[in-house]
C-alpha cells in the first residue's frame, strides 16, 4: 500500500497570510502514461464531512475559491492557501489514487488562526 | 440536490452486528461506485470499502475484510455496510461517499459525502 505522510500535525496562520501543507507519498503517483499525479487534496470543517478541493494535484474542484491551490509532482505535493480566511480553519486531508484499492489518507494537517 | 445520507448507527456491544445505510439522491446512482469511509474520535480518515457501480466487485480494507460486507441495491439507491464482531476499535463516524469517476471498475475519490452515522461499540 501507498503510504501518505503529511506535515505539520498543525500550524497556526494569522488571518491573510499563506498556509503551506506538505504530503509525501511513499511511491510515486506519477503515471507515466498521461503524465498526471494520482493525489487529491480534502478539507474537513469541525463537525462537518470531508469536502474534496483539488484532484490531480493541481485542479480545483468546481467551486474552490482560487486561494487555494495545489502543486508538486511525483512524491512531493503542496497545498497552499494564498490568503488564510476564517472558514478555511479546517482539518485538511491529502489522498492517493495511483493504486487502489486500497485508497489511502494522509494523516491530517490541522490548520488554527494565530 | 446531490445528497448521500446515512443511517444505522447506534451504541452496540462488542462482538455485536450492525448495519448501515445510506440513500443517496439527485445524481444516477447505478453509475457510480460507492466507498464507505470511517473516523474514529479525534483521528483521521480511513477507508473501509468501496462497491463498483453495478455490485460486482467489492474491495476492503485489511481492518474489515472478513468482518464488514458492502451491498448495493440500485434500484432503491441504497448502499449497505453490514459489520459483524465489532470491536471497540470500530468506534467511529462512519461516511459514505460518491466515487468521482462512473462506470469504470476502479476507483479515484470521493466527490460526494454524507453527514455520517455515529456507531460506538461498548459494552
Known amino acids: 500500500d501507498i503510504v501518505m505522510t503529511q506535515s505539520p500535525d498543525s500550524l497556526a496562520v494569522s488571518l491573510g497570510e499563506r498556509a503551506t501543507i506538505n504530503c509525501k507519498s511513499s511511491?510515486?503517483?506519477?503515471?507515466?502514461?498521461?503524465?498526471?499525479?494520482?493525489l487529491a487534496w480534502y478539507q474537513q470543517r469541525p463537525g462537518q464531512p470531508p469536502k474534496l478541493l483539488i484532484y490531480?494535484?493541481?485542479t480545483r474542484e468546481s467551486g474552490v475559491p482560487d486561494r487555494f491551490s495545489g502543486s508538486g509532482s511525483g512524491t512531493d505535493f503542496t497545498l497552499t492557501i494564498s490568503s488564510l480566511q476564517a472558514e478555511d480553519v479546517a482539518v485538511y486531508y491529502c489522498?492517493?489514487?495511483?493504486?487502489?484499492?486500497?485508497?489511502?489518507f494522509g494523516g491530517g494537517t490541522s490548520v488554527e488562526i494565530k | 440536490q446531490v445528497q448521500l445520507v446515512e443511517s444505522g448507527g447506534g451504541v452496540v456491544q462488542p462482538g455485536r452486528s450492525l448495519r448501515l445505510s445510506c440513500a443517496a439522491s439527485g445524481f444516477t446512482f447505478s453509475s457510480h461506485p460507492m466507498h464507505w469511509v470511517r473516523q474514529a474520535p479525534g483521528k483521521g480518515l480511513e477507508w473501509l470499502t468501496v462497491?463498483?457501480?453495478?455490485?460486482?466487485?467489492?474491495y476492503y480494507a485489511d481492518s474489515v475484510r472478513g468482518r464488514f460486507t458492502i451491498s448495493r441495491d440500485n434500484p432503491t439507491n441504497t448502499v449497505y455496510l453490514e459489520m459483524s464482531s465489532l470491536r471497540a476499535e470500530d468506534t467511529a463516524v462512519y461516511y459514505c461517499?460518491?466515487?468521482?469517476?462512473?462506470?469504470?471498475?476502479?476507483?479515484?475519490?470521493?466527490?460526494?459525502w454524507g453527514q455520517g452515522t455515529t456507531v460506538t461499540v461498548s459494552s
Open positions: 511511491q510515486s503517483v506519477l503515471h507515466s502514461s498521461n503524465n498526471k499525479n494520482y
Open positions: 461517499a460518491r466515487e468521482w469517476l462512473t462506470n469504470v471498475h476502479y476507483f479515484y475519490g470521493m466527490d460526494v
Open positions: 490531480w494535484a493541481s
Open positions: 462497491i463498483s457501480y453495478d455490485g460486482n466487485n467489492q
Open positions: 489522498q492517493q489514487y495511483y493504486v487502489t484499492p486500497p485508497l489511502t
